[in-house]
């Protein structure tokens, strides 16, 4: 049987925490050998908020590392950077010239800029469209998404339905795969943990930085189960291994964030030893291949629309 096509994507913008982890590297980890999956790394997208050529580069390089070090096997999975693909700006903007400028301008992510009185770019205003095409080209089934991408998903299936009206059947709407595993992990203020809310734990953080970040927990006065520390300390044990942990040391937060800590880090370790042997060539070569083979659908594809559209001759 033939599997069915995934694609998702991730922005290089920064260093990862156990939120991204339980909320959405684990769960890749459990499905995307039951598919064919793609893993694209949007730095083209990520060009809408960093400036600064050393920066992206070392993000690119260093997401596709945690990916690896949680344990994605490389040969199983297309991994590629979307600016190692010239179609995905080519599709962006065939389906620019579909979608109205009242339509984008719903966008959340557009929206929420202006409403902030932030000055949007071009780029921003376009990106469901660049987004769409990173889907669409692929002919991808299934598209693995945390809950905030689900309108960007909705713009996808809207720019395949407005391409094949005005051209004829090409695209197939894709479907948003909407990862609830874990719901929300609370950061150490309690909030939803957040690099911009700087509330987070690192997921390779040394044990040190797990300390300093654990002891920051916020902890309500009142005698009864630190929820915050409960909350997290939940995600790597079961209840029934930490009732009498919590009911032993009723009162005794610094013995419960120690405990914590060990649990963190006895998940951490292997992950941060996995990751430390990683090469940057290592990360380079994978890339490389990745994109021949990204290259090789995307043109395929690319080549029946540019002769539904006529820019053949
Ligand atoms: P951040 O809020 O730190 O900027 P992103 O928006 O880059 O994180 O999220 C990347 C992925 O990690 C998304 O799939 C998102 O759903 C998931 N994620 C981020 N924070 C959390 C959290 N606190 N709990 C669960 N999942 C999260
Ligand atoms: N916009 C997504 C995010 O910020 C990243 C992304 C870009 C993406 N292209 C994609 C996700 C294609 C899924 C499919 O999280």
């Given at each position: 049987m033939t599997k069915k096509r995934l694609l998702t994507g991730l922005q290089s913008s920064g260093t990862l925490h156990i939120g991204n982890y339980f909320g959405a590297l684990k769960p890749f980890t459990n499905i995307y050998q039951d598919y064919e999956s793609y893993l694209m790394i949007a730095d083209l997208h990520a060009l809408t908020t960093v400036r600064d050529a050393k920066l992206l580069r070392q993000n690119t390089i260093d997401v596709v590392?945690?990916?690896?070090?949680v344990g994605i096997d490389p040969t199983k999975v297309v991994m590629f950077r979307q600016s190692d693909v010239p179609q995905h700006t080519e599709l962006a903007w065939i389906f620019e010239c579909l979608v109205t400028v009242p339509f984008l301008m719903q966008a959340h992510a557009y929206k929420d800029k202006v409403a902030k009185g932030i000055e949007a770019s071009a780029g921003l205003f376009n990106y469901p469209m660049l987004m769409a095409a990173d889907i669409l080209l692929y002919d991808a089934d299934v598209v693995p998404v945390g809950e905030d991408q689900r309108q960007h998903i909705e713009y996808a299936r809207e720019a395949a339905t407005k391409f094949n009206s005005a051209y004829?059947?090409?695209?197939?709407?894709?479907?948003?795969m909407i990862i609830k595993a874990v719901g929300i992990v609370p950061g150490t203020d309690g909030q939803k943990m957040s690099k911009s809310y700087k509330n987070t734990i690192p997921l390779f953080g040394t044990r040190e930085e797990l300390e300093k970040a654990v002891m920051s927990i916020v902890t309500d006065s009142g005698g009864k189960r630190p929820e915050n520390v409960y909350a997290i300390h939940k995600l790597l044990k079961t209840e029934a291994e930490?009732?009498?942990l919590y009911e032993a040391n009723q009162g005794k937060y610094k013995n419960l964030k120690d405990a914590l800590v060990e649990d963190l880090d006895t998940l951490i370790t292997p992950m941060r030893e996995e990751r430390a042997i990683i090469s940057d060539s290592d990360i380079k070569d994978i890339?490389?291949?990745g994109a021949v083979r990204a290259r090789e659908r995307a043109s395929a594809k690319m080549a029946q629309v540019k002769q539904q559209i006529g820019i053949t001759i």
């Open positions: 590392k945690d990916y690896l070090a004829g059947e090409t695209f197939t709407p894709p479907q948003e930490l009732t009498p890339l490389e291949s």
